[in-house]
């Protein structure tokens, strides 16, 4: 069964960092790995998708790369911005192609 | 293109009532998923669709819940009787063909409340 684990579970930081996010998984018989931003009370958006053919993609300021020997995906944030606060989720597409959800980070970006 | 449509968006029952969730995917999506999120965890998946046939559903409390997507197309869930721990947002998501790699599109969510 796959299971992913998001860390860091919460982060706070001021205006303009560049950050990390980190997504890692038991299982790397992945099809694809999908990074969502969902902000309070709404549903999810989608921000990047990367197949399992693929080593990274952009958009923006963000750039999500995969590491599927490793089991691990990180999602990159330039310059940070307070618009950037919400939660991001990853998740795993595997075996009978079920999306599974890390727990998410909860990121706040101050002034 | 129009996005995934669900509602009721809010709904606040007493326990042992029953209540129903209605998702229509985006046009074109063959695949249809029903989450689960409460608050503070990930989405959790409930059931998934292809088409009108249900290809997991392991994790769905069956003697309570249930869901249909007659045609093939929109779905609804339903719930009956809740329990105070149904309190959560129900999420329906689709996803375009084809099915293995297909990007993930959510609605905006049934956030459901159960005294």
């Known amino acids: 069964k796959q299971e992913v684990t998001q860390i860091p579970a919460a982060l706070s930081v001021p205006e303009g960092e560049n950050l990390v996010l980190n997504c890692s998984f038991t299982d790397s018989a992945i099809y694809n790995l999908q990074w969502f931003r969902q902000d309070p009370g709404k549903g999810l958006t989608s921000l990047l998708l990367i197949q399992s053919s693929q080593r990274e993609q952009t958009s923006g300021r963000l750039n999500a790369s995969l590491d599927k020997s490793s089991g691990r995906s990180t999602l990159y944030i330039a310059a940070s911005q307070p618009g950037d606060s919400a939660t991001y989720l990853c998740a795993v597409k595997g075996g009978s192609y079920i999306p599974t959800f890390g727990r998410g980070t909860s990121l706040i970006v101050h002034p | 293109e129009a996005g995934v449509a669900q509602s009721p968006r809010y709904k606040i029952i007493e326990k042992r009532q029953s209540v129903a969730f209605w998702c229509n995917p985006i046009?074109?999506?063959?695949?249809l998923y029903w989450y689960q999120q409460i608050l503070g965890q990930g989405p959790k998946l409930l059931i998934q669709f292809q088409n009108n046939g249900v290809v997991d559903d392991s994790q769905l409390p069956k003697d309570r819940f249930s869901a249909e997507r007659l045609k093939g197309v929109d779905s609804t869930l339903k719930i009956q009787p809740a329990k105070l721990e149904d309190s959560a947002v129900y999420l329906c998501a689709s996803s375009r063909p084809p099915s293995n790699t297909g990007e993930l599109f959510f609605g905006e969510g049934s956030r459901l409340t159960v005294l």
């Open positions: 046009s074109g999506h063959a695949t």
